[in-house]
């Protein structure tokens, strides 16, 4: 099991940048796959991107293919989303997870941060 705790979350104009950053706890970080998943009010939790435990393989939904990056550091326990030309639509909270049994593209993830709310306005 893993602590995660997100940061980075604001509010942006559309068009704009934000880098959410999720820093994990525990020594076997680099075992674990990382995921951002996000929740819009009213909508169930989706998945938004992935990366393998080595950082070498990265997955994506299609509503932020081109524009978000996701990425990690795996000696600062550290996964990074980048996202660019930010929409109106990628308005929720975005979760960082975790999990031991490898990549996935869906919301099967073991454990979870609290969240960091992520505003677009146009």
């Known amino acids: 099991q893993v602590q995660l705790v997100e940061s980075g979350g604001g509010s942006v104009q559309a068009g704009g940048t934000l880098r959410l950053s999720c820093t994990a706890s525990?020594?076997?970080?680099?075992?674990?796959?990382m995921a951002w998943l996000r929740q819009a009010p009213g909508n169930e939790r989706e998945f938004a991107a992935a990366?393998?435990?080595?950082?070498?393989?990265?997955f994506y939904a299609d509503s932020v293919k081109g524009r978000f990056t996701i990425s990690r550091d795996n000696a600062k326990n550290t996964v990074f989303l980048q996202m660019n030309s930010l929409k109106p639509e990628d308005t929720a909270v975005y979760y960082c997870a975790a999990r031991s049994r490898g990549i996935t593209v869906n919301r099967e993830y073991d454990d979870w941060g609290q969240g960091t709310q992520v505003t677009v306005s146009s």
């Open positions: 990366i393998s435990r080595s950082g070498v393989t990265t």
């Open positions: 525990g020594r076997t970080y680099s075992s674990y796959a």
